[in-house]
């Protein structure tokens, strides 16, 4: 089993461009960390954090993510088995629809 410094430290330092890498508390940032390797994490970064956290645990966090990219949104729906209905970013995204749909 990995502890907090060994799973950050295999991740790569541009997810995480906007922060000192070496604050991050891998139990404390757990959100963070998800939405970071989710929106821009490479798949071995992804089975990494599933390795981490559990596949049940990451699905949990990424339904109380605010934002989330559409296709991002449809692979946790996919990947997770969760309705979309389920994710925060999808119930906020249709209480606040955007003028131009893309």
């Known amino acids: 089993m990995l502890d907090s410094k060994d799973f950050i430290s295999q991740l790569s330092p541009t997810l995480f461009w906007d922060v000192d890498i070496s604050t991050l ?4 940032h757990a959100s ?3 939405e970071r390797v989710l929106s821009r994490g490479r798949w ?3 089975k990494l954090t599933l ?3 559990s596949a049940k645990k990451v699905g949990e966090i990424a339904t109380k993510l605010r934002y989330m990219d559409k296709i ?3 692979f946790c729906v ?3 088995d969760i309705p979309k209905e389920n994710f925060r970013c999808y119930t906020e995204r249709q209480l606040h629809p955007t003028h ?3």
Request: overall charge negative; proline content about 0%.
């Open 25 to 28: 508390d891998a139990q404390k």
């Open 32 to 34: 963070y960390i998800v």
């Open 44 to 46: 071995e970064e992804f």
């Open 51 to 53: 390795a981490f956290y």
């Open 72 to 74: 991002v949104l449809a």
């Open 78 to 80: 996919t990947y997770f």
């Open 100 to 102: 131009w749909d893309y």
